[in-house]
């Protein structure tokens, strides 16, 4: 089954402490994306990238991190996470015959206190 | 900078009415449009698309969209809702040539029984 999967669903965890939400996506796209969705404002691309190797910032990366050393998974990494990352994070992937339409990843709902 | 407005932020609907959701977009070139619905504790689906061609869009569960380049709008209809469909529904545009999706803030749809 085509999907894009991310891992952990939840976490809470305290602020400075280091995580990591992976992000796996078996359609061998190209193009992987994290958005994080806060109420009012819709979804906010966090980083993207267009290849292995080949990451660039979306509107908001601030506080975050990523990594592209596999096509098919892509890392979002909060070295010192804060409060107000606290929210709900989508991966998305896009490439193929599907080109411009994303495949969205379950979510992960973070809390940072 | 490209933005996209979705003035509805709660629309409340009894089973059997018609719905218009508005979206509009400020970028001036040619892009594609998208509409994303996320039900309740899941993550994003694509309801439909518009990349070119005919201006009216069909997509799932009954879902329609129209097009209209001189307004910059693409607003999402349904003539008969149901119960189901109470969700959130997003707008998304993104120019031909990227990868970048723009979302709208989103409209919450609950359809009363």
């Known amino acids: 089954e085509a999907q894009v999967t991310q891992n952990p669903r939840y976490l809470i965890t305290v602020t400075g402490k280091k995580l990591t939400v992976t992000c796996s996506q078996n359609m061998n796209h190209e193009y992987m994306s994290w958005y994080r969705q806060d109420p009012g404002l819709g979804l906010r691309q966090i980083y993207y990238?267009?290849?292995?190797?080949?990451?660039d910032k979306g509107d908001v990366p601030e506080g975050y991190k990523v990594s592209r050393k596999e096509k098919r998974n892509f890392p979002l990494i909060l070295e010192s996470p804060s409060p107000n990352q606290t929210s709900l994070y989508f991966c998305?992937?896009?490439?193929?015959?599907?080109?411009?339409?994303?495949?969205f990843g379950p979510g992960t709902r973070l809390t940072v206190l | 900078a490209q933005s996209v407005s979705q003035h509805n932020h709660h629309v409340i609907l009894s089973e059997a009415a018609s719905l218009e959701l508005g979206c509009n977009y400020s970028y001036g070139g040619t892009v594609n449009l998208f509409w994303y619905v996320q039900y309740p504790g899941q993550h994003l689906q694509l309801l439909l698309k518009y990349f070119s061609g005919d201006p009216l869009v069909k997509g799932i569960k009954g879902f329609e969209a129209e097009f209209i380049k001189s307004k910059f709008s693409f607003n999402l209809r349904k003539p008969s809702v149901q119960w189901s469909d109470t969700a959130e529904y997003f707008c998304?545009?993104?120019?031909?040539?990227?990868?970048?999706?723009?979302f709208g803030g989103g409209t919450r749809l609950m359809v009363k029984p």
């Open positions: 990238s267009m290849n292995v190797e080949v990451t």
């Open positions: 998305a992937s896009t490439g193929g015959s599907s080109y411009n339409e994303q495949f």
């Open positions: 998304a545009v993104n120019p031909n040539a990227g990868n970048m999706l723009t």
